[in-house]
């Protein structure tokens, strides 16, 4: 488990100054925002693939899996993914319409961001409880408790890295 946690504190690092690099911007420490201000659809794409290439090799790195349970976990795991990715669809949509927009935004369109944004965590979630039992089956309940364990660490440094984009201002 100390093999995951530096795995992922070098990934959450490398994935930062990457997408810092990859961007050519620097952060604007005082709002959050890139220098240019909105995130792009190419900043959001780039993000998202880099994101989900070095998720899928983390956790395969520390899931001990046998050939057969990997038979087994591996197409559970792609659909799940296909889940998530749907949802996450939606929600770097409401992130960018965010960085976009939020300046001139009213109070009205706030509570409807936030109402999206709170729809998009408990679906997320709705999706996770939906797989559980899926996981359980294909691979034994104490690796179906270590890959939800990892997914879920790499799914919250996703979202830390997310949010190093969003400003942090309203006007």
């Known amino acids: 488990m100390k093999y995951?946690?530096?795995?992922?504190?070098?990934?959450?690092?490398?994935?930062?100054f990457g997408v810092d690099a990859a961007f050519g911007q620097a952060v604007?420490?005082?709002n959050g925002s890139s220098a240019g201000g909105a995130l792009s659809d190419a900043e959001i794409a780039l993000l998202r693939r880099d994101l989900r290439s070095e998720k899928k090799r983390l956790i395969?790195?520390?899931?001990p899996l046998t050939d057969e349970e990997a038979t087994r976990f591996w197409p559970v795991y792609d659909r799940y993914v296909g889940e998530m990715t749907k949802l996450h669809d939606?929600?770097?949509?409401?992130?960018?319409?965010?960085?976009?927009?939020?300046?001139?935004?009213?109070?009205?369109?706030?509570?409807?961001?936030?109402?999206?944004?709170?729809k998009f965590q408990v679906d997320a979630a709705k999706t996770r409880q939906?797989?559980?039992?899926?996981?359980?089956?294909?691979?034994?309940?104490k690796k179906a408790a270590l890959f939800l364990q990892i997914d879920r660490r790499l799914y919250a440094m996703m979202d830390l890295q997310v949010s190093t984009f969003l400003p942090l201002r309203t006007q």
Not at 4 to 16: D, P
Not at 130 to 141: E, R, S
């Open 28 to 30: 604007n420490v005082s």
């Open 60 to 63: 395969a790195m520390n899931l």
């Open 90 to 118: 939606g929600f770097y949509a409401i992130i960018k319409d965010y960085s976009e927009n939020n300046t001139t935004w009213t109070d009205a369109q706030f509570t409807t961001m936030l109402e999206k944004w709170v």
């Open 130 to 141: 939906t797989f559980i039992p899926l996981v359980g089956k294909a691979i034994p309940p």
């Open 4 to 16: 995951l946690r530096v795995l992922c504190f070098l990934f959450l690092i490398a994935v930062t």
